[in-house]
C-alpha cells in the first residue's frame, strides 16, 4: 500500500520534491500555478489554502528573480502540506486564484499592496496601506514619503443591473464603522440596506496597520517575543509560543519538559481569556450588558493569576528561546486552581442566562456558514468547528503534551452564532480540564535549555523557509520565517486566523437584519492587531 | 465531540421566568448579606496589592559612592525592542549620557536580562503619567537619583 506521500510524488514527478516539515515542498514556473493548483485541489483533495506569502530578494545574487511567491496548500484528511515557490522576475503578472479559492482575493491583494507583484485587474487595490502611498512598503529598496492628508472614500457600490429603477430608489448605503461601539474593532463595513435588511456589503481594513511584518525585518529573533506578544492582546501568549516554537522547530532546539508544561498552561489560559474577552462582546452586541461584566471579571481572575507569575497582566512575557524565562512561583498552583474554580462558577453564571434561554436563541440562530464556506474562505479555529468542521491543531499535529492530555473537541451543528457560542463555552471547560491535568502532573526539572541559560544567546537559524502553526483562541496562527542566515529574519510573514475570518463576513450577513450583523460579528472575535497587523 | 441536542431546545416560559427570579434573588441575598466579596476595590484610597514580580521601569543600581555599575558596553540600548535607552560613553568607565524614555518603555526587562554587571534592576514604579513630553525622558542624575544602593 504507497502512502499519500509517495503517490503525490509519483504524481508530480517532473517537479522534484524535497522535504519540509510536515509535507513537500516544490517549484514550478508562474504560468504553471493555476494548472497546478487545480490538479492539487480537484485530484489531490487539497481543498484548504493556507497561505499565500511573497519574499523580496532584493540584492541577493543567486535567486532566479526578484520575487518569490510560496503557497501553503492543506490537505486536511492526511494533514498534508504542500508548499509551492514560484520566482518570478520583478514585473510579471500571476493568475490570481481565486477561482478556486474565495481566500485567496484577499491574500493577493494584500500581496501587490505590499511588494506589488500584479495578480490581475480584481485585486489591484490597496488593502492595508491607504490610497495616498506611494511604494511599496515591503520591497527591501523602499524608501518611505510623508503621506498626504489621509481621505476616506465615500460608500460606493457597483450598479445592480438585475434591478429596476423602483427597486433601487429604496435601496440606503450606510456606513457602519470604523468606531462603532459594538464592533470595538478598527473595521469599516459599508452595508446596501432595504429598508432594515442587508443586500450587499463591502468591509476596509487597515485602520489599525503598525508595519508589523516590516518592523519584524529591522528586530533579531528574540526582540521579535515582545513585538509578536502585540499581535492578539487578548491572548497574548498564544502568539509569542507560535513565534518561540517556529524558531526553536528550525534550529532544533529542544526546550526541557517542565518548560512545556508551563507554556501548555499558559498557552490555555490565555485561551480562557480570549473567549471570555469574545463572549463578552457578543453578550454586549445581543443587548445583555450584565454578562459583559460577568466576563470581565473572569478576566480579571486570570490577570491576577498571570501578574504572580510574570509580573504583568495583560501579556505574560515568560517565553524565552529554549525554555522560559521564571519557574512558576511557590503557591501559584493552589492559586491557579483557585482561579480556576472561580473561572468554572462564573461559567455557571454566564450559563444561566444565556444557554437554552429563548430570548438568546432567538438573537442567535442567525447567520449560518456552511462547511463548505468556511473550508472556501481559508476559517480555523472555534468558527470553524462552529459549522462542524473537526478540525484542530491540538489534535491533529499534537505538540509538547497534548498527545498525552485528555479533551474533546466540541464541534457545532448549524454553523450559527449560538453554536459559535456553545463551542466557545464548553472549550473554556476543555481548556480548564487541560490545566488541571498538566499542573497535576508538572515535571520537574530546568526551564531553559542548557545552551540558552545565557539570555539572548545568538541563533544559527539555517537559511531556507519554515512555517509553524498553533490553534490559538481565534484559529491556525502561523509564521512564516524567511531566514538568510543572519540574526535578523529576511521576511516574517502571519498568517492570522482573523484576517482569514473576517472575509466571510459579507456572505454571512446577506439578506440579514442589520442587528444580527452586530451578533454576527461580535462571535467571529476578530481582533483588530492580528488583522491589521 | 458534537454538543448535545438539548442545548438547542429553548426552555419553555415559565421555567424562564422561574430560574431569571431565582439567580436575581440569589444574586441580591448574596450581596445584601456579604457572601461574596466585592470585587472593585476604592482606587485612589487603597491601591491594589501587586505581587513580588512586578515589573516597573527599570532602575539603576549604585555602588556605596553612589555611583553606577554600569560600564557603557551599550548592549542594552542593542537589545532594547524600542529603542528607549540611549547611551554614549567610553567603554569600562560610568557613562556620560544614559537617557531612558519612560514614554517608549514597555517594561520588558531585556535590559535587565542582557547586562552582565547587574547595573539595571526592574523597579515597580508604573504610574508615570505626565503632562510634559520631556519630563518622561530620564537623564543619568535623576535615574541615579531614583535609582537602588547594593547591599
Redesign the interface.
Known amino acids: 500500500m504507497e502512502t499519500f506521500d509517495q503517490k503525490l510524488k509519483a504524481e508530480f514527478e517532473e517537479y522534484g520534491f524535497h522535504e519540509f516539515q510536515e509535507g513537500a515542498e516544490t517549484r514550478c514556473q508562474a504560468f504553471e500555478v493555476l494548472g497546478f493548483a487545480r490538479r492539487l485541489k480537484e485530484e489531490h483533495n487539497f481543498i484548504f489554502l493556507l497561505d499565500i506569502c511573497s519574499v523580496d530578494h532584493y540584492g541577493k545574487t543567486d535567486s532566479g528573480g526578484r520575487f518569490e511567491v510560496i503557497y501553503h496548500f492543506l490537505n486536511l484528511e492526511e494533514f498534508y502540506k504542500l508548499r509551492l515557490r514560484v520566482t518570478v522576475p520583478e514585473d510579471c503578472k500571476f493568475v490570481s486564484l481565486n477561482t478556486l479559492w474565495s481566500s485567496a482575493s484577499m491574500l493577493e491583494r494584500e500581496i501587490h499592496d505590499m511588494h506589488g507583484i500584479h495578480f490581475g485587474a480584481v485585486n489591484e487595490r490597496r488593502l492595508l496601506n491607504p490610497d495616498e502611498m506611494l511604494g511599496h512598503p515591503l520591497r527591501k529598496d523602499f524608501k518611505p514619503t510623508p503621506l498626504p492628508r489621509i481621505s476616506i472614500n465615500p460608500v460606493e457600490f457597483p450598479v445592480d443591473a438585475s434591478l429596476d429603477d423602483d427597486q433601487r430608489c429604496v435601496r440606503s448605503w450606510i456606513n457602519l464603522g470604523p468606531h462603532h461601539p459594538v464592533l470595538n474593532n478598527n473595521v469599516r463595513v459599508m452595508l446596501e440596506l432595504e429598508g432594515e435588511f442587508i443586500r450587499r456589503s463591502q468591509f476596509e481594513i487597515g485602520f489599525y496597520h503598525r508595519g508589523w511584518e516590516k518592523q519584524a525585518e529591522s528586530?533579531n529573533y528574540?526582540?521579535i517575543i515582545?513585538?509578536s506578544e502585540r499581535l492578539n492582546h487578548h491572548g497574548a501568549f498564544q502568539a509569542s509560543l507560535a513565534w518561540c516554537r517556529g524558531v526553536e522547530e528550525s534550529t532544533g532546539i529542544q526546550i526541557p519538559e517542565r518548560a512545556m508544561a508551563i507554556r501548555m498552561v499558559f498557552t490555555e489560559l490565555s485561551r480562557i481569556q480570549d473567549h471570555l474577552e469574545c463572549l463578552g462582546n457578543c453578550a454586549v452586541a445581543g443587548g445583555n450588558e450584565a454578562v459583559y461584566f460577568l466576563c470581565q471579571?473572569g478576566r480579571?481572575i486570570l490577570y491576577e493569576i498571570f501578574?504572580?507569575?510574570?509580573?504583568?497582566r495583560l501579556c505574560p512575557?515568560i517565553n524565552r528561546m529554549g525554555g522560559v524565562?521564571?519557574d512558576l512561583?511557590i503557591g501559584w498552583i493552589t492559586d491557579c486552581f483557585g482561579a480556576l474554580k472561580q473561572i468554572e462558577s462564573q461559567l455557571q453564571?454566564i450559563d444561566?442566562?444565556f444557554?437554552?434561554?429563548?430570548i438568546w436563541?432567538d438573537r442567535n440562530k442567525v447567520c449560518d456558514i456552511q462547511p463548505h464556506e468556511a473550508l472556501e474562505y481559508g476559517i480555523t479555529g472555534p468558527v470553524l468547528r462552529g459549522s462542524?468542521v473537526n478540525y484542530d491543531l491540538r489534535k491533529v499535529k499534537p505538540f509538547y503534551f497534548y498527545d498525552e492530555v485528555e479533551f474533546?473537541?466540541?464541534?457545532?451543528?448549524?454553523g450559527q452564532s449560538?453554536?459559535r457560542y456553545?463551542?466557545r463555552m464548553?472549550e473554556i471547560r476543555q481548556s480548564i480540564s487541560i490545566i488541571i491535568q498538566v499542573l497535576d502532573n508538572l515535571p520537574t526539572g530546568a526551564i531553559m535549555h542548557e545552551d540558552y541559560k545565557r539570555?539572548?544567546t545568538k541563533l544559527n537559524i539555517p537559511i531556507g523557509g519554515f512555517y509553524t502553526s498553533l490553534e490559538s483562541s481565534n484559529g491556525e496562527l502561523g509564521f512564516y520565517i524567511e531566514s538568510d542566515g543572519s540574526e535578523r529574519p529576511w521576511r516574517v510573514k502571519v498568517r492570522s486566523p482573523s484576517f482569514h475570518n473576517l472575509q466571510i463576513f459579507p456572505i454571512m450577513i446577506k439578506d440579514r437584519l442589520l442587528d444580527d450583523a452586530l451578533v454576527a460579528f461580535s462571535s467571529l472575535n476578530i481582533c483588530p492587531g492580528e488583522l491589521d497587523r | 465531540m458534537i454538543l448535545r441536542n438539548e442545548y438547542y431546545k429553548a426552555k419553555s416560559l415559565t421555567l424562564g421566568i422561574a430560574r431569571s427570579f431565582y439567580s436575581m434573588s440569589l444574586g441580591v441575598i448574596k450581596r445584601m448579606y456579604g457572601f461574596e466579596k466585592i470585587l472593585t476595590i476604592n482606587y485612589p484610597k487603597e491601591m491594589y496589592q501587586y505581587g513580588a514580580r512586578l515589573n516597573g521601569l527599570p532602575q539603576m543600581i549604585l555602588d556605596q559612592k553612589g555611583k553606577s555599575l554600569c560600564t557603557s558596553c551599550g548592549k542594552c540600548a542593542d537589545i532594547c525592542p524600542t529603542g528607549c535607552l540611549e547611551i554614549k560613553g567610553v567603554e569600562a568607565k560610568e557613562p556620560e549620557v544614559f537617557n531612558l524614555d519612560a514614554g517608549k518603555c514597555i517594561f520588558c526587562s531585556y535590559c535587565v536580562e542582557i547586562c552582565e554587571k547587574d547595573a539595571l534592576e526592574m523597579g515597580r514604579e508604573h504610574i508615570l503619567a505626565s503632562h510634559v513630553e520631556e519630563s518622561l525622558i530620564l537623564n543619568l542624575s535623576e535615574l541615579k537619583s531614583r535609582g537602588r544602593k547594593r547591599l
Open positions: 528586530f528574540h526582540q515582545a513585538l471579571q480579571e501578574e504572580k507569575m510574570s509580573g504583568y512575557a524565562k521564571f512561583p453564571n444561566l442566562p444557554t437554552k434561554s429563548a436563541l462542524g474533546e473537541i466540541p464541534l457545532g451543528v448549524n449560538y453554536d456553545l463551542v464548553e539570555p539572548f
